[in-house]
T-cell receptor
Framework: EAQVTQNPRYLITVTGKKLTVTCSQN?????MSWYRQDPGLGLRQIYY???????DKGDVPEGYKVSRKEKRNFPLILESPSPNQTSLYFC?????????????FGEGSWLTVV | QKEVEQNSGPLSVPEGAIASLNCTYS??????FFWYRQYSGKSPELIMS????GDKEDGRFTAQLNKASQYVSLLIRDSQPSDSATYLC?????????????FGKGTKLSVIP
């Protein structure tokens, strides 16, 4: 089954404790991306990657890091989480960076930083 | 700054009626336009994509695009309670060599039985 898998789905952590949200896709997609969704602000892109070892900032990259060492994985790293990073996070993938391809979303990761 | 604007709603329609959802965008060079449906706490799911001016129909859904007016809409005919969700308009940017999708904040639709 084609899917984008995120882990953990739910996490409560403390300020400053490094954490990683993993994302894996089994569709051999070139393009992967991370979004955060907040009430009243909608979905905002954090980082995206058009292929292995190619990443770029989205609209809200501050406080986040990513890496793309393998095609299937695109982890999101919060080096020193802060309460304003409490959000619902979605990983997504797409066959290529060709404009118009369908984007497939993971199920989301609820992150709370206290 | 790219912007995609939607009325936040809630938009309430009776069951069986037509629901009309609207979206405007600021990037005149945008080429691809999408409507996603999102149930509360779930991930967005694509319901329609449109790339050229005019109408595109898929079952009960019709997307309409007017690039001159920078306007895209979604009509849902014979609305059902199961259509109650938040609808997100998304627009790709026009920058060469990049692929960024900008989402509107969504319109919450409520279909009343």
């Amino acid at each position: 089954e084609a899917q984008v898998t995120q882990n953990p789905r739910y996490l409560i952590t403390v300020t400053g404790k490094k954490l990683t949200v993993t994302c894996s896709q089994n569709m051999n997609h070139e393009y992967m991306s991370w979004y955060r969704q907040d009430p009243g602000l909608g979905l905002r892109q954090i980082y995206y990657s058009m292929n292995v070892e190619v990443t770029d900032k989205g609209d809200v990259p501050e406080g986040y890091k990513v890496s793309r060492k393998e095609k299937r994985n695109f982890p999101l790293i919060l080096e020193s989480p802060s309460p304003n990073q409490t959000s619902l996070y979605f990983c997504a993938s797409s066959p290529s960076n060709y404009l118009g391809n369908t984007i497939y979303f993971g199920e989301g990761s609820w992150l709370t930083v206290v | 700054q790219k912007e995609v604007e939607q009325n936040s709603g809630p938009l309430s329609v009776p069951e069986g009626a037509i629901a009309s959802l609207n979206c405007t965008y600021s990037d005149r060079g945008s080429q691809s336009f999408f409507w996603y449906r999102q149930y509360s706490g779930k991930s967005p799911e694509l319901i329609m994509s449109i790339y050229s001016n005019g109408d595109k129909e898929d079952g009960r859904f019709t997307a309409q695009l007017n690039k001159a007016s920078q306007y895209v809409s979604l009509l849902i005919r014979d609305s059902q309670p199961s259509d109650s969700a938040t609808y997100l308009c998304a627009v790709t940017d026009s920058g060469a060599g990049s692929y960024q999708l900008t989402f509107g904040k969504g319109t919450k639709l409520s279909v009343i039985p």
